[in-house]
């Protein structure tokens, strides 16, 4: 028996909080786990690919002028700026899947999440640090950002946190398998929610 149900239509589940929280990794797991019932939006950005990273994979990497070109055509949900970068969800990519019947991990920063939560609906889970010391380990471990940027990914984080009540759910990144755990509970349980008024 699977754990989701058949449907036609997909949820929406963002997962967002500040950048190291383990956001990327708790929803590739997920995917990993459950491929045929979720699919990861490939958002759009104009920082330059990181070792490892592909485009269309990881993001799809824009130049600036095509950023603006697609956010003029209002081809985008929500964006947000970060460290000297753009950042944006093509609505596109969005509907692609859902429409496909598969529940959709958007996997983005808090500025863009607090910008969807006037949109769209969807489930919006905050996935937390046990604390900015361990946040701080974790993004030097990650080893993939300079000095001046994890500085700034963690000044950011602070101001990040307090928006967390916003959200419907929190997850503390603390024991990834536990985490996981926490997060697959909260997908299992609005994937058989009850609608009011449905037939
Ligand atoms: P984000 O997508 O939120 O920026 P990542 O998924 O890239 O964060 O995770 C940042 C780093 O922390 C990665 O090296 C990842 O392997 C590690 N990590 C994720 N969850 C945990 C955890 N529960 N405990 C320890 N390290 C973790
Ligand atoms: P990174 O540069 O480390 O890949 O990403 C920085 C932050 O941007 C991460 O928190 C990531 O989740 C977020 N992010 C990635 N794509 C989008 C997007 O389309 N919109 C928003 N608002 N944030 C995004």
Do not use: W
């Not at 383990?22 to 929803?27: F, V």
């Not at 939006?41 to 002028?65: H, I, L, N, Q, S």
């Amino acid at each position: 028996m699977s754990l989701f149900k058949e449907r036609k239509k997909g949820i929406i589940f963002v997962v967002s909080g500040p950048s190291g929280t383990g956001k990327s990794t708790l929803a590739a797991e997920l995917i990993a786990r459950y491929p045929n019932d979720f699919a990861r939006v490939v958002t759009c950005t104009t920082r330059a690919p990181r070792r490892g990273e592909e485009d269309g994979r990881d993001y799809y990497f824009y130049d600036d002028k095509t950023f603006h070109d697609k956010k003029a055509k209002e081809a985008f949900f929500e964006v947000e700026s970060m460290y000297g970068h753009h950042y944006g969800t093509l609505k596109e990519e969005v509907y692609k899947h859902i429409e496909s019947g598969k529940h959709v991990l958007l996997v983005i920063g808090v500025g863009g999440a607090l910008q969807l939560m006037k949109k769209i609906q969807a489930v919006y889970i905050f996935i937390g640090p046990p604390s900015l010391q361990e946040l701080e380990r974790r993004i030097r471990l990650r080893n993939k950002d300079s000095e001046e940027a994890i500085e700034k990914r963690l000044r950011r984080a602070k101001e990040e946190l307090e928006k967390k009540n916003h959200y419907d759910y929190l997850v503390v990144n603390e024991i990834f398998p536990e985490s996981l755990a926490v997060l697959q509970s909260i997908v299992v349980a609005e994937d058989h929610k009850v609608f009011k008024g449905d037939t």
